[in-house]
């Protein structure tokens, strides 16, 4: 019987698949080393792109942020306008409102009454004089409730006073001054000294 030996048959096809082994292992690593810095290009590039992005955003975000204060300015700018054409307009409409007063005042004030001061905030008028009687101070407030130009007439006081000697009322009234257009508030004290 003939005997074969297979060993270094064996042998050479071990040695040749780890050679092919290595070379398989090999060219893995360098694929894998491959991918590797090509995942990582990619994702540097992306980096890179999408800081760029956040730079242009930044600044257009600046320019953006720039303009608002410069809306803002406007708006501010035009509110003021705005708030002086109305007042303009408040007076326009009300310029003939103190010629108004003092023609009432005029017509409606009867003899022996005598007004000292006269103070105006807004719309409310308080005055201040003083009378031979308290009968003429009554009609006074009758003759100005009467007139299409005043509202809520109220005595605040009315006094003897003596410092004259002639034995006269002393008296404040306030009133109200009929006008729609005119705002009560915010508006600046005018006094007027009457003789």
Same mark, same amino acid.
């Given at each position: ?9 064996r ?34 590039? $992306? ?7 956040? #730079?242009?955003?930044? &600044?257009? %975000?600046?320019?953006?942020?720039? @303009? ?51 103070t ?17 101070? $009554? ?7 009467? #007139?299409?130009?005043? &509202?809520? %007439?109220?005595?605040?006081?009315? @006094? ?6 002639t ?8 009133v ?20």
């Amino acid at each position: 019987m003939t005997t074969i030996n297979l060993l270094p048959w064996r042998e050479e096809k071990r040695q040749q698949q780890t050679k092919e082994f290595y070379i398989l292992l090999g060219l893995s690593a360098v694929l894998a080393l491959l991918v590797f810095a090509l995942t990582y290009y990619y994702f540097d590039q $992306s980096v890179k792109f999408q800081n760029q992005r956040n #730079s242009f955003m930044d &600044t257009e %975000i600046a320019k953006l942020d720039r @303009k608002i204060v410069e809306i803002d300015k406007l708006e501010a700018k035009k509110a003021g306008l705005i708030a002086r054409q109305q007042v303009i307009e408040e007076l326009q409409a009300n310029r003939t409102q103190m010629v108004h007063l003092f023609d009432e005042l005029v017509k409606t004030i009867p003899n022996g009454v005598f007004l000292e001061k006269i103070t105006q905030q807004g719309t409310s008028i308080s005055m201040e004089g003083y009378s031979q009687s308290h009968s003429r101070v $009554s009609d006074y407030m009758r003759r100005l409730d009467e #007139s299409k130009w005043f &509202t809520k %007439i109220e005595l605040d006081y009315i @006094k003897a006073d003596d410092t004259l000697g002639t034995h006269e009322q002393k008296f404040k009234l306030s009133v109200q001054l009929v006008n729609p257009n005119r705002k009560q508030d915010g508006e600046a004290v005018d006094e007027v000294g009457v003789s």
